[in-house]
């Protein structure tokens, strides 16, 4: 009975001590604990507030939405490391030895993502050299769409039918690109076939004065209106006309309705792939 009485006060001393110790420990810890949550807390409210107020005093500079946007995300997620790594070291852990692993492992996860690297490289030369900006129409690999944002690794594009297009910036750096709204003009290619039997100066004339009833069609550059090829079954005509750079879809659609009502007006052909059949 003695060596049971003796067992149970030696559990209830250990479990004692264990108590102690754990109560001593968590004086400690809990201070630690509660400074790394606020620092957590404060540190994630200041990356959102500072980021925000780097891109406010960046817009009124008068600096590139593109850059704007670039400056956010990295303001922002460069803050919440240094926060992370400061609430760690609030917590008693080793923070050179922590920064040392961080650059051991940055160096494996760098190898792992070497595309993620090159979207991030590539968006920064996008940055400097600024083939294009937000707010352009752009088409590259058979895509085309207007620029709405450009991330630290991606380029976003919007096309004309509201659809959004995610290109990795080492995609968009890489390509070529055409950029339709790098000049405040543009000019307008349109071409239209007309029968053999057509008088050419009249249709040339038809054409001027449909183009002349469209205001947003510039003066300078002067229309351009000529004979292109001679196919088999029909003349083309060739239009060029300029226009500023919004007014390309306007006036692209305002001369294809147009020009098919002047023609019917006009009784002039527009020839057509007819096909024979001949009975035996």
């Known amino acids: 009975m003695d060596d049971v009485t003796q067992e149970v006060t030696h559990m ?28 957590l807390i404060v540190g994630m409210w200041l990356s959102g507030l500072i980021s925000k107020l780097v891109a406010k005093t960046m817009e009124k500079a008068k600096i590139g939405k593109e850059v704007v946007t670039f400056a956010h995300s990295f303001v922002k997620n460069g803050i ?4 992370i790594v400061a609430a760690i070291g609030t917590l008693g852990f080793n923070i050179a030895s922590l920064i040392t ?9 760098g190898l792992a993502l070497q595309d993620s690297l090159k979207n991030i490289a590539s968006g920064v030369m996008i940055l400097i050299n600024k083939p294009f900006k937000v707010g352009d129409f752009l088409e590259t690999n058979g895509l085309q769409g207007r620029v709405t944002r450009i991330d630290i690794a991606s380029t976003h594009l919007l096309t ?10 080492s995609n968009m750096y890489g390509s070529n690109i055409i950029n339709f709204s790098s000049q405040d ?22 054409v001027k004065m449909v183009i002349e009833e469209q205001e947003l069609i510039l003066k300078d550059p002067k229309p351009f209106i000529a004979v292109g090829k001679h196919e088999d079954s029909s003349i083309q005509i060739i239009v060029w006309v300029w226009c500023e750079n919004a007014n390309y879809f306007p006036v692209y659609y305002y001369m294809q309705e147009n020009i098919k009502k002047a023609f019917d007006k006009n009784k002039i052909e527009i020839p057509f792939t007819q096909i024979d059949v001949h009975n035996s």
């Open 12 to 39: 209830q001393t250990t479990v004692e001590k264990f108590i102690d110790t754990a109560i001593e420990w968590l004086k400690d810890f809990l201070p630690n604990l509660l400074g790394a949550i606020i620092i």
């Open 160 to 169: 004309l039918d509201n659809k959004e297009i995610i290109i990795p910036n």
């Open 80 to 83: 919440k490391v240094l926060v």
């Open 101 to 109: 692993a961080l650059g051991a492992a940055t160096v494996a996860i």
């Open 185 to 206: 003009t543009r000019r307008v290619d349109l071409s239209y076939n007309i029968s053999y039997n057509s008088d050419i100066d009249f249709v040339k004339n038809v």
